[in-house]
């Protein structure tokens, strides 16, 4: 073997193939399609989940559970990580910790955890605080400032039964 065999049958795009340029080419005629039949006709294209005529795995596999639409989606940072992306005495807010990618998904509430540890001095708002970060934080000479959670569906529900109550009393 020679170096110049090294590459050799090795192509880093492989040339399209041209149907319907006549019988010359090896896929005129009919290109590649056969004779007649639905999978000769313009438009066909097989469904991608199509199993062959078997049942399909989506339709054998059993539905499970449900999906809570009132879920609310909790993002979680650690201390030590926040500690090494923020200077002394810098204020921390779920904004800034997006911008720097340490609360990467989308969420409707941002909870700091205690794993690791936290020297610098610095004012942390967030919605929930495990116990022993807020503890961390505090130590450090720190402040955990705990910002309003978008509104639960529970607090929905009282807020309504408490107007209704209020339009009852007025109505009296």
């Known amino acids: 073997m020679n170096l110049n065999d090294v590459h050799r049958g090795i192509t880093k795009y492989k040339k399209r193939k041209r149907i319907g340029r006549g019988t010359g080419s090896g896929t005129g005629k009919t290109a590649g399609r056969g004779h007649k039949g639905q999978k000769s006709r313009a438009g066909w294209s097989r469904h991608p989940a199509f199993q062959g005529g078997a049942m399909p795995l989506v339709r054998r596999v059993p539905k499970r559970g449900f999906n809570n639409k009132f ?39 941002l909870k700091i ?24 934080i505090e130590k450090a000479g720190g402040e955990a400032i705990e910002l309003k959670v978008k509104t639960t569906v529970a607090e929905k529900v009282a807020e309504k039964k408490g107007k209704s109550q209020a339009a009852e009393k007025a109505a009296e």
């Open 113 to 136: 955890l205690g794993d690791g540890e936290i020297t610098k001095k610095l004012k942390i708002s967030a919605h929930r605080f495990s116990k022993s970060a807020r503890e961390k």
């Open 71 to 109: 879920a609310l989606t909790v993002a979680s940072v650690n201390v030590s990580d926040i500690d090494a992306a923020f200077e002394d005495g810098a204020e921390v807010t779920p904004d800034l910790l997006k911008a720097k990618n340490l609360a990467k998904q989308r969420y409707d509430v």
